[in-house]
T-cell receptor, first 114, second 112 residues
Framework: AQKITQTQPGMFVQEKEAVTLDCTYD???????LFWYKQPSSGEMIFLIY??????QNATEGRYSLNFQKARKSANLVISASQLGDSAMYFC???????????FGTGTRLLVSP | DAGVTQSPTHLIKTRGQQVTLRCSPK?????VSWYQQALGQGPQFIFQ???????QRGNFPDRFSGHQFPNYSSELNVNALLLGDSALYLC???????????FGSGTQLSVL
């Protein structure tokens, strides 16, 4: 069964510093996709970054990068140069090949301070 | 380019009532999924629609039903509302072989 684990309920970082949000996953499938979403207090889930299990390079999208370690089944999100607007909930999610649903973790609340 | 749009943004109902939530997918997307997010939790998959058919369903009772229209928009219907149905309901769309799933801002449903 698919499972996503986010062990950090909350993280604090100062503006302009980098922060890593942890995500581990469990799957028996060889083909899957990993996602990170940001959810501000407004409620909208904002797509940040996607990594396919067969992608050899770590995904990057602007200030976001995904540190994909397949053998360890981890997909940590790295945010460089944090901004005040990065304060939000962050969710890691996975979709296995052949399944349509995303399975989400419990989320990490990030607070960026000036 | 409009993203995923949902209506209404907020809704208050009483136990036993029925509710319909609406979703228009992002332009170019033909697949719509619905998720329920309880307070303090990650979203839970309800079901997905493609070509006007339910393609996969999560662990939700039959009180939850849906529909997809020829223009790819979708509705989520919940019958016999329970207090536990209070949650943020998120619609997501994708299509064209693209793995990326885009979400709307959600409908906050409160059942009193």
């Amino acid at each position: 069964a698919q499972k996503i684990t986010q062990t950090q309920p909350g993280m604090f970082v100062q503006e302009k510093e980098a922060v890593t949000l942890d995500c581990t996953y469990d799957t028996s499938d060889q083909s899957y996709g990993l996602f990170w979403y940001k959810q501000p207090s407004s409620g909208e889930m904002i797509f940040l970054i996607y990594q396919g299990s067969y992608d050899e390079q770590n995904a990057t999208e602007g200030r976001y990068s995904l540190n994909f370690q397949k053998a360890r089944k981890s997909a940590n999100l790295v945010i460089s140069a944090s901004q005040l607007g990065d304060s939000a909930m962050y969710f890691c999610a996975m979709r296995e090949r052949g399944f349509q649903k995303l399975v989400f973790g419990t989320g990490t609340r990030l607070l960026v301070s000036p | 380019d409009a993203g995923v749009t949902q209506s209404p943004t907020h809704l208050i109902k009483t136990r036993g009532q029925q509710v319909t939530l609406r979703c228009s997918p992002k332009s170019g997307h033909d697949t719509v999924s619905w998720y329920q997010q309880a307070l303090g939790q990650g979203p839970q998959f309800i079901f997905q629609y493609y070509e006007e058919e339910e393609r996969q369903r999560g662990n939700f009772p039959d009180r939850f039903s849906g529909h997809q229209f020829p223009n790819y928009s979708s509705e989520l219907n919940v019958n016999a509302l329970l207090l536990g149905d209070s949650a943020l309901y998120l619609c997501a769309s994708n299509g064209g072989g693209n793995e990326k799933l885009f979400f709307g801002s959600g409908t906050q449903l409160s059942v009193l």
